[in-house]
Every structure is written in structure tokens, then in C-alpha cells.
């Protein structure tokens, strides 16, 4: 209907374009700019008023002189002829007077109305002819003051004087009954242009007033000749007048006949247009009908046609124009299955648009795509498809955007696709695509998006590459490319994206990196690249990430880095740097995560990093780094062993894994398998410090020492449990648990208290589970570290496995035994699946299942908490000695 309704506002327009070209070419037969009727006789008789009705406007010239017109003058209206610039109705019959609608002819250069009956004056209007040039108004009935005409005429509004700088114009106003003076600046005309007027006065030049009246005398003389002269040729005038006449019908005539060949031909071209759309109408139906079978021969709308409507313009993904032509089709993460070749391309000749991303197609690109000559934008990326890409792909002349990434396509790029001129992106990566890079590409120079990463391309990089200088992103990473890198590459100066990562290329990085002031994130990592990291590259003021790790690069790291104010990562890991770390790395504000691990970097940690408030990752493992970890670092996940440090571990950071710090001998804190600082380790002497201090007093330490000996012998004589506590704390032995649970499987069944044993933390300490070779569970409650320090705490640790030894009771939680250390103290319980009273009351659910809301259900948990609580009390809590027991 659309299609049928857009011919039939073709066939209209057409037709009026044809009714208007008839029209044009009408008006120009009829409309003689310059028509001239000189001694010819109309239509003996004819009215004046009838025959000037018929003139069109846009004339220029008038001239239709001793044409025996009649009529009044006044029936003619110039205001219609705004263009006029000539008029001469010389010796007619017209009569009348002069209309002032005469002075609307702003352009009039010449007027004569010579020998006519004109009566009346002079109208005032004729002064606003600015550009009349002559005046004939000779022979007839006029009377008026000729001062006042001639003032009326070169009048000019706002000024009341005659200007003396206009020239005198050509006049005649030779008998009329005109009277007064004449003036001075006329007085210049010969006498001539003033005969015939009784009542005019004053000297023209070069006469006398005898002499003018002589002159009229003759010119009355000469009228009669004339008057005998036109009576006599009256017979040969009206002869060509009717030869006159019968040659303007016979052009009329002509021009009827051209009028009707135009509209001959205006209605032959509506006739074969008409014919055409009928034809085009046909065709697009067809043509219609095949795309529709070929979207379904495909299968891929199966289940994507709606119910409401065949039109296949209104499936799932497909677009069409007023025409119904398929021009779009975008079925992207749609799931299709099967091969590409299964939809006939040659099908949709008016296809822009194709998106069949992120599906499951496989098999090869089928060589009927290169007829889509209209199609801009192809993306076939994340599928399975295989083979080569075809050559055919190369007639795709309006291609804009090609995306062809992340499928298993093999083989070379093919030649044709230079002839892409259009390209302004390509997407290759992540295929098996081989060969060396094309130089063809290069040459694609409206490119901006080139992606030909995690491919098999080798060879160099082409010189030619600094051809793209429309190039925003290139990515050619994860390829086998080698040689330097082209110093033509500083060309590209609006890349915002480089990535030449995992290639085998070698050299330096050339210095005309710094030119590229848009770049935002550059990837050279994974390469050969030797040499220093060059000042130039500060000069990428925009820059984002930057990663040079895994290289062969070398020096220092430059102290203008604090410059990359916009510097979210910095990745230098892996290479051959030395020297210190600059402080003016503390400068760069934005930065997230800094990696420096596996170099040879000296000095200290600055302390300027601490202004890094956004840190979140901190690599400097396996460096040279010397002195101690400011507490000023922001907390965050960092890696800082196998380095030289020393000091404390500040506590913030001791949540950290051990494996975080290894590699640090002079490190401490509370971090497992790290010693505790002690305040000699927090303040460490200097070497003549320890010497001076040490020589006074190792006298007082050999005597410290032997009491100390001899305390500890006398200790081993008592046989209760506090001594053997105090026994230098090597007292390492698991009581109370059959005499067959030994130290190291505890050890081995937690990971060393790893975190992930861990089911509970309290205030003394930490509750882990551990499952025992023979398979049986248990509790460990283990001290916090601080705890063991304390010799009070000791005494109630030691109280507390005397009276849960002692007490036995269902209600209360059966101890095993425990370990007694003073670097490590814990017991040993009875694991509890379910955990306490309290763990249950905190969960609505499990509350609910225990039927807490009940009075006398939460009366019988009390009493059953009261008789072992007594229990516990009534224990007489002074030290015993615990001997071992075996539960039976």
C-alpha cells in the first residue's frame, strides 16, 4: 500500500511539473518583452480598452505607433507595468486624459504621446518619473502652467528648490495650450519643442518671439503636408497592416503549436512514468517475496516470526525502508545455530546493516557476501566460523565497519581488502589469521579502529603504517611480529590506544612516542624492548595505564614520572631497572595499581606513596628495597617480600597473608611465622650503640643468665603443673585426650591455624576445626598472642583446664585437653555442630525451630544451664597438678 501510494505522488508531481513547463513556455510565446506594431492597422476600428487589456507584465518596451488605436487613455493601467521602460503611442486615436497611475512608472525613460486628443493637464504624479529622459506630449488639447509641470517634474522630496545639477532633458511640448513662463533651464530646447502653445512666454535661445510664432506657422505648414502625405499612402498602410495582422497570427499560430507539442509531450512522459512505476511496483513485489523466502530458508526465525503478521519487516531483528526493501539486519546474541552459509546473501541487494555477533555460527564466510554493495557495517564477531576470509570481500566498496574478531578464521589477510577505501574499522584478533601484516592495509587511510591482535602475523611492522593518521586504537598484540618499532609510528598523533604487547619486538622505544599527546593507554609489555624508559614518554600527559613489563629495559625510573597526573596503572615489573624509587611517584594521585616486582630497585619506600590515597594493589616483591614499611601506606593489597626490609609490620597490615612479607629477615609483628617486636626490635641500636652498651654490661648478663639457671633447676623439682609452666616455656606435650593425639597432627589438621579452619574469633581468642587422621573432630580454642604474654592470663588458663577437667556434665562441653607454650596456648574441646545458645537465638529460623517463645521451654533450658553452672562453681578452682585421663 505504501509502495503503490509513494508511485502515485511520483506520477502527480511529474504531471504538475509537465502542467507547469506548459504553462512557462505559453507565457514566453505571449510575452513579447519587446513588441512593436509600427504603421500597421490591428483591427480597423478596434477599441483601445480591448486591446491593452491582453498585455502581460514584465514588459519593457511599448511601441505601437499610427495604429489607428481609440479609446481613452486612462483605460490602459500602468501600475500593472512596474518594469516599463519605453512608450510610444505616436498618431492614434486615443483620447482622453493622462492618468496619474502613469507616475508608477518608476523605470520610464522615454514617453510620447504625440498627436493624439489628449485633453485636461498635466497630472502632478508625471514628477516621480526620476529616470525620464524624453518627453513628446506635442499636438495636443493640454492646458497647464509648464512652470509648474516642468517644477512638478525634477521635484524632489524634502527639498524645494530646483537642483541645478540636473541636466536639461529631451523635450517636446511643441502645440499644446499650454501657458506661462518658460524656464531658464529649459530655455536651452530649440523653439521647436514649444510652438503650437499661445500662452507660453520668455526667451528661448537663439529666437524672438516673431520668430517662434514663425515657426509655428511652419509647423502648421508641414502638419498639412503630412496629413496630405498620410491620406495618400492611407491604401498602402492598410494593405500592411493586413500583412501585419496575418503575420502575427501565423506566429500565434505557431506557438499554439508548440503549446500543444509540450503537452503532447508532457503527457507521453506522465504516460511512461506511470507505465515504469506500475513496472517497479511489480519488481518490488518480487523482489520483496525473495528476501522473505530467503530469511526463512535459514532457519534463524523459526521461532522469531510473531503470530500477528506475515511481513516479514516486522520479524524479530529486521529493518526495511518505505519500499520494503530489507536494509538492516541485526540478530546479535540471538543464539543462532548452524552454518553462515545457510542465508543466501545475493538475496538482500539493499542490505546496510548486518550484526550476527555473539552466536553460534560456524563454517566459512561464503563468497556471495561481496554482492551486498550497499552494506556499511558487518560484524560476525564471537562465533565459530573457520576458513579464510574471501576475497569477494573486497567489492564491499561502502563498507565502513568490519568485525570479524574472536572466531577460528585462518589464513592470510587477502589483498582486496585495500580496496576498502570507505574502512574506518577493522577488528581481525583473536583468530589464526598468519602471514605478514599487509602493506594494502596501510593505505586504508580513513581507518581509526585497527584491531589485529592474538593472531599468527610475523614479519616486521610496516613502515608504511604511519600512513594511518586518522588511527584512534591499534592493537596488534599476541602476535609473533619482530624488529623495532618503526620510528613512523610517532606519526599516528591521535592515537588514543596502543597495545604491541606479546610480540618479539626488540630495540628501544623510540623517542617519538612523545608525540602521540591524546595516547591513553600504551601496552609495549611482554616484548625484547632494551634500553632506558625514555624522558619523552612523560611527555603523554593524558596518559591512563601504562605497562613495560617483561622487558629487557634498564636505568633508573625517571623522575619526571610524578608528571602522569592521569595515571591510573603503572606496570613495570619484570625488567632490569635499578636505583631508587622516585618520590615524585607520590604525585600521581590518580594511580590504583603499581606494580614493580622482579627489578633490582634500592633505597627505601618513600614515604611520599602514603599521598596515594587510592592505592588498591602494591607490588614490590623481589627487589632490593632496605629500611621499614611506612605506616603511612594506605591499606591495600600488597606484596613486599623477598626484599631487605626491616621493623615492625605495621598493624593495619598484619591481616595480610605471611607470604606477603617473606623474605624480610629483619621483619616482625604479629603476622604468623614472623617473631614478635620486642622494643630493642622496634628501635634497633646502631653497631657502636650495641658495642658500647654491650661491654658494660655482659658482666651483669653472665650473672642474669646463671640465676636464672639455677631458678629454673629448682623449679624442676616441683611437681605441680605451674612450675612446669615456668620452665623456660618449652614445655611443648597435648594432655587429656588418650595419650594419642601428638602436637604435629594438630599442627598439620589446621594448616598451621590457617584462616580458613577458622569458625569463630572471641576476645581471648580464636576457635578453629580440625579433623583428625582417624577422622574424628575437634575444637581448638587458641589464644591470641597478646594473651600469652601476660603470666596472669597464664595462671587462669591454667585454672581453666584444671576445673574442665574435673567437671563432667552433657550440658557442658567436654574438654579433650590443651597445649601449654608460651608462644602458643590453646584447648582442646568437643566440636558442637550446631555452636551456642546464642548463635541459635541470633537466626529468626533456627529460634523459631527451638521454640524460644514458649515460657516453659526457655524455663527448661535454664534449669538445664543452672545445675552444671553450680557445678562449676562448687569446683575448688587452686592449682592441681592434671594428670592424664582416658575417656572410657
Known amino acids: 500500500m505504501a509502495c503503490a501510494f509513494s508511485n502515485t505522488c511520483r506520477a502527480v508531481i511529474v504531471f504538475t511539473w509537465a502542467a507547469l513547463t506548459l504553462l512557462i513556455v505559453h507565457d514566453a510565446a505571449s510575452e513579447n518583452r519587446n513588441i512593436s506594431f509600427t504603421q500597421q492597422r490591428l483591427v480597423e476600428g478596434q477599441d483601445f480598452s480591448q486591446y491593452f487589456r491582453s498585455l502581460q507584465l514584465g514588459w519593457y518596451h511599448i511601441e505601437l505607433v499610427e495604429c489607428s488605436i481609440k479609446g481613452e487613455l486612462g483605460s490602459l493601467n500602468f501600475s500593472c507595468f512596474s518594469n516599463l521602460q519605453y512608450i510610444n503611442l505616436w498618431n492614434n486615436d486615443l483620447s482622453g486624459s493622462i492618468p496619474p497611475q502613469i507616475g508608477s512608472l518608476s523605470k520610464l525613460k522615454y514617453l510620447n504621446l504625440r498627436w493624439k486628443n489628449l485633453t485636461g493637464t498635466i497630472p502632478k504624479e508625471i514628477g516621480s518619473l526620476r529616470n525620464l529622459e524624453a518627453l513628446y506630449l506635442r499636438n495636443n488639447s493640454l492646458n497647464e502652467s509648464i512652470k509648474k509641470l516642468v517644477f512638478s517634474i525634477f521635484t524632489i522630496p524634502l527639498r524645494h528648490t530646483i537642483p541645478k545639477t540636473l541636466r536639461p532633458m529631451c523635450l517636446d511640448m511643441s502645440f499644446n495650450n499650454l501657458e506661462g513662463e518658460i524656464p531658464t533651464y529649459l530655455r536651452g530646447n530649440p523653439p521647436k519643442s514649444f510652438v503650437g502653445n499661445k500662452g507660453l512666454c520668455g526667451h528661448v535661445k537663439g529666437s524672438t518671439q516673431s520668430e517662434l510664432v514663425k515657426l509655428q506657422q511652419e509647423k502648421l505648414k508641414a502638419m498639412d503636408l503630412r496629413d496630405t502625405k498620410q491620406r495618400l499612402n492611407n491604401s498602402l498602410e492598410f494593405v500592411k497592416g493586413k500583412i501585419s495582422m496575418l503575420a502575427a497570427k501565423l506566429a500565434i499560430q505557431a506557438l499554439e503549436m508548440q503549446a500543444v507539442t509540450v503537452f503532447i509531450w508532457a503527457a507521453l512522459t506522465l504516460l511512461i512514468v506511470h507505465v515504469a512505476s506500475a513496472t517497479k511496483i511489480s519488481i518490488h513485489v518480487a523482489a520483496s517475496e525473495i528476501e522473505r523466502q530467503a530469511l526463512l530458508n535459514s532457519g534463524w526465525w523459526k521461532d522469531r516470526i510473531p503470530h500477528n503478521t506475515s511481513d516479514h519487516c516486522n520479524w524479530v531483528g529486521i529493518t526495511c525502508d518505505y519500499e520494503g526493501r530489507i536494509t538492516h539486519i541485526g540478530l546479535a546474541e540471538s543464539n543462532i545455530k548452524g552454518e553462515l552459509g545457510h542465508i543466501n546473501f545475493s538475496c538482500f541487494p539493499n542490505l546496510q546493516y548486518l550484526d550476527l555477533s555473539n552466536n553460534n555460527l560456524s563454517g566459512s564466510i561464503p563468497s556471495q557476501i561481496g554482492s551486498l554493495s550497499n552494506l556499511k557495517y558487518l560484524d560476525l564477531d564471537r562465533n565459530n566460523l573457520t576458513g579464510t576470509i574471501p576475497k569477494e570481500i573486497g567489492s564491499l566498496r561502502n563498507l565502513k565497519e568490519l568485525l570479524l574478531g574472536s572466531n577460528t578464521l585462518g589464513g592470510v589477510l587477502p589483498q582486496e581488502i585495500g580496496n576498502l577505501k570507505s574502512l574506518t574499522a577493522l577488528s581481525m584478533d583473536a583468530n589464526n589469521i598468519g602471514g605478514p601484516i599487509p602493506s594494502i592495509l596501510f593505505r586504508l587511510t580513513n581507518i581509526e579502529y585497527l584491531s589485529l591482535g592474538f593472531n599468527r602475523f610475523n614479519g616486521l611492522i610496516p613502515r608504511e603504517i604511519g600512513n594511518l593518521k586518522n588511527l584512534t586504537s591499534l592493537s596488534i598484540g599476541g602476535n609473533k611480529l619482530t624488529g623495532p618499532i618503526p620510528s613512523t609510528i610517532g606519526r599516528l598523533t591521535s592515537l588514543q590506544i596502543l597495545d604491541l604487547s606479546s610480540n618479539q619486538l626488540h630495540s628501544s622505544i623510540p623517542l617519538e612516542i612523545g608525540n602521540f599527546s591524546a595516547l591513553g593507554n600504551l601496552n609495549l609489555s611482554d616484548n625484547k624492548i632494551r634500553g632506558i624508559i625514555p624522558d619523552e614518554l612523560t611527555k603523554l600527559s593524558q596518559l591512563q595505564y601504562l605497562s613495560l613489563s617483561s622487558n629487557l629495559l634498564s636505568g633508573q625510573i625517571p623522575f619526571a614520572i610524578g608528571k602522569f597526573f592521569n595515571l591510573v596503572s603503572l606496570d613495570l615489573s619484570k625488567n632490569k631497572l635499578s636505583g631508587s624509587i622516585p618520590t615524585e611517584i607520590g604525585n600521581c594521585s590518580e594511580l590504583r595499581n603499581l606494580t614493580l616486582n622482579h627489578n633490582s630497585l634500592d633505597g627505601t619506600i618513600p614515604l611520599e606513596m602514603g599521598k596515594i590515597l587510592w592505592l588498591q594493589n602494591l607490588d614490590l616483591s623481589h627487589n632490593n628495597l632496605s629500611g621499614t614499611i611506612p605506616k603511612t601506606l594506605p591499606p591495600m593489597y600488597l606484596d613486599m617480600s623477598f626484599n631487605s626490609l626491616e621493623g615492625e609490620i605495621p598493624t593495619y597490615l598484619q591481616g595480610h597473608p605471611p607470604k606477603?612479607?617473606?623474605?624480610?629477615?629483619?621483619?616482625?609483628?604479629?603476622?604468623?611465622?614472623?617473631?614478635?617486636?620486642?622494643?630493642?626490635?622496634?628501635?634497633?641500636?646502631?653497631?657502636?650503640?650495641?658495642?658500647?652498651?654491650?661491654?658494660?654490661?655482659?658482666?651483669?648478663?653472665?650473672?642474669?643468665?646463671?640465676?636464672?639457671?639455677?631458678?629454673?633447676?629448682?623449679?624442676?623439682?616441683?611437681?605441680?603443673?605451674?612450675?612446669?609452666?615456668?620452665?623456660?616455656?618449652?614445655?611443648?606435650?597435648?594432655?587429656?585426650?588418650?595419650?594419642?593425639?601428638?602436637?604435629?597432627?594438630?599442627?598439620?589438621a589446621t594448616e598451621e591455624f590457617h584462616i580458613k579452619y577458622c569458625i569463630g574469633t572471641g576476645g581471648y581468642g580464636s576457635v578453629y576445626k580440625a579433623e583428625l587422621p582417624d577422622g574424628k573432630v575437634v575444637a581448638l580454642k587458641k589464644l591470641h598472642q597478646s594473651e600469652t604474654e601476660d603470666s596472669a592470663f597464664v595462671k587462669s588458663?591454667?585454672?581453666?583446664?584444671?576445673?574442665?577437667?574435673?567437671?563432667?556434665?552433657?550440658?557442658?562441653?567436654?574438654?579433650?585437653?590443651?597445649?601449654?607454650?608460651?608462644?602458643?596456648?590453646?584447648?582442646?574441646?568437643?566440636?558442637?555442630?550446631?555452636?551456642?545458645?546464642?548463635?541459635?537465638?541470633?537466626?529468626?529460623?533456627?529460634?523459631i525451630e527451638l521454640n524460644w517463645t514458649k515460657s516453659e521451654h526457655r524455663e527448661e533450658c535454664g534449669s538445664r544451664f543452672v545445675v552444671p553452672a553450680s557445678r562449676l562453681h562448687s569446683v575448688n578452682c587452686s592449682p592441681r597438678h592434671i594428670k592424664q585421663q582416658h575417656s572410657t
Request: aromatic share 12%; charged share 20%.
Open 660 to 748: 606477603s612479607f617473606v623474605g624480610n629477615k629483619g621483619l616482625c609483628g604479629h603476622v604468623k611465622g614472623f617473631p614478635s617486636c620486642s622494643q630493642s626490635q622496634k628501635h634497633p641500636p646502631s653497631i657502636i650503640r650495641f658495642v658500647k652498651i654491650f661491654l658494660p654490661l655482659r658482666l651483669v648478663l653472665a650473672f642474669i643468665i646463671l640465676g636464672f639457671i639455677l631458678l629454673l633447676k629448682r623449679q624442676n623439682k616441683t611437681p605441680k603443673l605451674n612450675s612446669r609452666a615456668a620452665k623456660n616455656g618449652d614445655v611443648f606435650s597435648v594432655w587429656n585426650y588418650d595419650g594419642k593425639i601428638s602436637y604435629e597432627d594438630l599442627i598439620n
Open 797 to 847: 588458663f591454667q585454672n581453666e583446664a584444671h576445673v574442665l577437667s574435673t567437671v563432667r556434665h552433657r550440658n557442658i562441653v567436654k574438654l579433650y585437653g590443651f597445649c601449654l607454650h608460651k608462644k602458643c596456648m590453646f584447648f582442646i574441646y568437643e566440636y558442637m555442630e550446631r555452636e551456642s545458645l546464642f548463635c541459635v537465638l541470633r537466626h529468626d529460623d533456627e529460634a
